[in-house]
């Protein structure tokens, strides 16, 4: 099926973009942690540049690509931040002898 209408594949990938920007900032906060939200978001983002470069659609590449590149950008951002959070965690919990049973 060959899409005649470029505005038609233009409006389609800014409603997907919408959806999935929209379902992560109204899902519940106990859900899922802030990097995986961030990490699935880039992922959707490289998905959507690989389609704009499979059908030669400037537009869908370059946005798919921005999309992705912020989303890695916060996803490394809320990791170390929720590393940081549980080692200090465990250095609270068990004091001086906290190293052998911090898993990370």
């Not at 990938?13 to 939200?37: C, D, R």
């Amino acid at each position: 099926m060959k899409i005649q209408n470029k505005k038609t594949v233009s409006i389609a990938l800014l409603g997907v973009l919408a959806t999935s920007a929209l379902g992560g900032v109204f899902a519940p906060v106990a859900e899922a942690k802030s990097s995986t939200k961030w990490r699935n978001f880039a992922i959707a983002g490289g998905a959507i540049a690989g389609y704009g470069l499979l059908k030669h659609n400037k537009t869908a590449t370059i946005a798919g690509l921005a999309a992705g590149g912020y989303s890695l950008y916060r996803y490394n951002k809320a990791h170390k931040k929720e590393k940081k959070h549980s080692r200090a965690w465990y250095q609270q919990r068990y004091g001086r002898n906290w190293r052998s049973h911090y898993p990370g």
